[in-house]
T-cell receptor
Framework: NAGVTQTPKFQVLKTGQSMTLQCAQD?????MSWYRQDPGMGLRLIHY???????DQGEVPNGYNVSRSTTEDFPLRLLSAAPSQTSVYFC????????????FGSGTQLSVL | KQEVTQIPAALSVPEGENLVLNCSFT??????LQWFRQDPGKGLTSLLL?????REQTSGRLNASLDKSSGRSTLYIAASQPGDSATYLC?????????FGPGTRLSVLP
């Protein structure tokens, strides 16, 4: 049982490049979400999904895109990377939305030059 | 809008002390409250999950309480050890999402 798996662990991009952060869970969780964590800012919600085919915006969605075609996968796309998107990104999932506890992936350290 | 705060922001104690970390939230309409531990450069590890109908949860030297009506939770760590040094975050299940506090950075000195 792998839990929540994020790839890659580290990534360096140049301004304007695009990329996809991958997130997969094998716990059959309906709820999945993406956070970014910046020093002094805490964890901020980017996008979330309450089931396959359903996504919604969180607190800081601009510059990011998501889709949820399967229960297992919830990729986060950076459309045109900017230095302000330098951060640590975490994917998390929960069995029954906010009724269950959150399980986190190990994170992706992203640097945009 | 739900807001979650944590006091203190940082705490330094000698090894062996019992300590309490505090988490407060503004709207009592929560589904649950979860305490996490985060080591530097690492992900978040779940410590305890308290459902809204529960008053407390215990795991080893950790005990978390929940008072929904007053909007407060406490994490009690007994007989602290240097290995407990980390940032501790609380999060409440609220609406369709989870709202996080800013964390308490704990240092346990040998």
């Amino acid at each position: 049982n792998a839990g929540v798996t994020q790839t890659p662990k580290f990534q360096v991009l140049k301004t304007g490049q695009s990329m996809t952060l991958q997130c997969a869970q094998d716990m059959n969780h309906e709820y999945m979400s993406w956070y970014r964590q910046d020093p002094g800012m805490g964890l901020r919600l980017i996008h979330y999904s309450v089931g396959a085919g359903i996504t919604d915006q969180g607190e800081v969605p601009n510059g990011y895109n998501v889709s949820r075609s399967t229960t297992e996968d919830f990729p986060l796309r950076l459309l045109s990377a900017a230095p302000s998107q330098t951060s640590v990104y975490f994917c998390a999932s929960s069995y029954s939305g906010t009724g269950g506890g959150l399980f986190f992936g190990s994170g992706t350290q992203l640097s945009v030059l | 809008k739900q807001e979650v705060t944590q006091i203190p922001a940082a705490l330094s104690v000698p090894e062996g002390e019992n300590l309490v970390l505090n988490c407060s939230f503004t709207d009592s309409a929560i589904y649950n409250l979860q305490w996490f531990r985060q080591d530097p450069g690492k992900g978040l590890t779940s410590l305890l999950l308290i459902q809204s109908s529960q008053r407390e949860q215990t795991s080893g030297r950790l005990n978390a309480s929940l008072d929904k009506s007053s909007g407060r939770s406490t994490l009690y760590i007994a007989a602290s050890q240097p290995g407990d040094s980390a940032t501790y975050l609380c999060a409440v299940g609220y609406g369709q999402n989870f709202v996080f506090g800013p964390g308490t950075r704990l240092s346990v000195l040998p």
